[in-house]
């Protein structure tokens, strides 16, 4: 069974930074792309940055400069580096993985981030 476990979550003053982790277990199939997702309360969950296998990394306008994304394929893992924290930045960032040759892709648990005034 796939699981995605994040951590690294937690209460920031705005400037500050913090690292979200996410290790993936339980599959026989290589991961294509992982990526981090947010959803502050009452939005709509929203892309923060994805990576593919090769290292090609997108990432949403108003993290660019900002927030980091980087994995370690051989420990499944999926990292965000977020500096320069803002207020709006505060949501729950999930990890999402997509595996070759698996149809659906696969969600982390959620981890709290909340950047303070």
């Known amino acids: 069974q796939v699981q995605l476990v994040e951590s690294g979550g937690g209460l920031v003053q705005a400037g500050g930074s913090l690292r979200l982790s996410c290790a993936a277990s339980?599959?026989?199939?290589?991961?294509?792309?992982m990526g981090w997702y947010r959803q502050a309360p009452g939005k709509q969950r929203e892309l923060v940055a994805k990576?593919?296998?090769?290292?090609?990394?997108t990432y949403t306008e108003s993290v660019k400069g900002r927030f980091t994304i980087s994995r370690d394929n051989a420990k499944n893992t999926v990292y965000l580096q977020m500096n320069s924290l803002k207020p709006e930045d505060t949501a729950v960032y999930y990890c999402?993985?997509?595996?070759?040759?698996?149809?659906?892709?696969?969600w982390g648990q959620g981890a709290q981030v909340t950047v303070s005034s």
């Open positions: 999402n993985a997509l595996f070759y040759g698996v149809p659906h892709d696969y």
């Open positions: 339980g599959s026989g199939f290589s991961i294509n792309v």
């Open positions: 990576i593919t296998g090769g290292g090609s990394t």
